[in-house]
């Protein structure tokens, strides 16, 4: 069964400072990989997603994600945080082998400072 | 236009009562989800189905039923609502087969049980 944890469950930037977030997860095989961010009050919206077609991949926003195989790693970063990005975010992974279902690790807050 | 959209968004009700949230997608999916995201932020899959058939059904009491009247619906009965199913109920969608299609979420439906 796949599973992912992410890293802090609670993180605080400066706006303007590098945002990272981290992902492991846990599979027998190369799972797919999702990033999906929640603003208050506020449904889930995608960010990324790991195809395979390229381990460095580019969501909205400006953030991106890495696949390391060798890390079982996929974590999320953005070189400058906004005060828009204070939001809870989740990693999220589907085995090849899932219809569809989604295991999300327990997601990070992340607070922007001025 | 809303892609997946939920009806409440807001529901308040007493414990012992049956209650209804209501789903809808306009994107064409073959597949929706319910999903559940507890006090702590935690999201985990209930159901999903599939051109109107059951293909997910988690540890979920059988005082929740889903009933999906057409691809384009998926609505959550739940039974003598109980303090603990107060959470954010959400719905999403998606495509269904074995590549990492996304899944598109609802705003959510609060529910408290009082």
């Known amino acids: 069964a796949q599973s992912v944890t992410q890293l802090g469950s609670h993180v605080s930037v400066s706006e303007g400072a590098l945002v990272l977030l981290r992902c492991n997860y846990s599979?027998?095989?190369?799972?797919?990989l999702f990033w999906y961010v929640q603003y208050p009050n506020q449904g889930l919206q995608l960010l990324l997603k790991?195809?395979?077609?390229?381990?460095l991949v580019k969501g909205i926003n400006g953030f991106e994600a890495e696949f390391k195989k060798s890390e079982t790693s996929f974590h999320l970063t953005k070189p400058s945080a906004h005060m828009s990005d204070a939001a809870e975010y989740f990693c999220?992974?589907?085995?090849?082998?899932?219809?569809?279902?989604?295991?999300f690790g327990a997601g990070t807050q992340v607070v922007v400072t001025p | 236009d809303t892609a997946v959209s939920q009806t409440p968004k807001y529901l308040v009700t007493q414990m012992g009562n049956d209650k209804s949230i209501k789903c809808e997608q306009n994107?064409?999916?073959?597949?929706m989800y319910w999903y559940k995201q507890d006090s702590k932020k935690f999201l985990k899959i209930m159901f999903s189905?599939?051109?109107?058939?059951?293909?997910i059904n988690e540890t979920v009491p059988n005082r929740f039923s889903p009933k999906s009247p057409d691809k384009a619906h998926l609505n959550l009965h739940i039974n003598s609502l109980e303090l603990g199913d107060s959470a954010v109920y959400f719905c999403?969608?998606?495509?269904?087969?074995?590549?990492?299609?996304?899944?598109?979420f609802g705003p959510g439906t609060r529910l408290t049980v009082l």
């Open positions: 999220a992974v589907r085995g090849t082998d899932s219809w569809g279902k989604l295991q």
């Open positions: 999403a969608s998606s495509l269904r087969d074995r590549s990492n299609n996304e899944q598109f």
């Open positions: 189905y599939n051109n109107k058939e059951l293909i």
């Open positions: 790991y195809t395979s077609a390229a381990t």
């Open positions: 599979s027998s095989v190369p799972p797919y």
């Open positions: 994107l064409g999916h073959d597949t």
